[in-house]
């Protein structure tokens, strides 16, 4: 029996949920094909309303799904695969130290990825030793790019198309506006523009006296109140010093 939020038996084998699950075998074929470029894909998969609808509702699950699947998933899939193939360690210290190798490898990639990946080490044939992270790393990762197309598609097809540019005029319409721009008197007959008409400009008034030339120094000094007095009371000045009173 299948439980889509665990780990169910089925058929002797593990039955885990994966992102692909949620999409029918059109959408997904449209979402995970490399022969395209993702523009093309794009293309194609909004020209696809039934998958476009359900790629635009289940999208998430797939930036959900190529989210790092951390140490806990890399060791329950070593333990699973220790019961297959026997322990590589010896004892719980060089386990942990083992592990921890697995984990620098596998651990960013997704979790489907990393499940896919074991069960395809799984299947090959000569598969009688506990599997190296190089090998799982290669297996794992053709899982990983495939989910990360998807997800990468998914969230471009998602998003709103750019607007279209204004479709050209009909001659008819052209037609209109030339004849609008006539009977407005912007255009001639002939299809050239007339000219710009500018309005005389007024007379400007006479200057005003504060806006004549600058007055004279002298009328200006006239009307100065402390040089008037001075002029009328000077200041007495008295015979130059010798110069044997100034050293």
Known sequence: MTNRKGLALEGGGLNRPTASERF?????RLLTVERESSQRAVEAIRAHPEALEEIRREWESLQTAIAPAGDGIVQGCLLASA???????DDD???????????AVLSSLPAEA?????????????????????QLLALCEVHARKLRIAAGRA??????????????????ERERDRQALIDAGHMNPDGTFKPLAFGA???RPPASPSEGSPRPVGAVLAQDEHLRGLKANPIHRGPPAEKSELF
């Open 24 to 28: 029918t075998g059109e959408a997904w």
């Open 93 to 103: 210290r060089l386990a942990a130290v083992g592990m921890a190798k697995y984990f």
């Open 155 to 172: 969230r471009l097809a998602r998003e709103k198309l750019p607007s279209k540019a204004a479709k050209p005029k009909t001659p008819e």
């Open 114 to 134: 990393i499940f896919k990946g074991f069960d395809d080490y799984d299947r090959l044939p000569d598969s009688r030793f506990f599997p190296r992270p190089g």
């Open 83 to 89: 019961t297959v193939y026997g322990s590589p360690w």
């Open 201 to 203: 400009v007024p007379p």
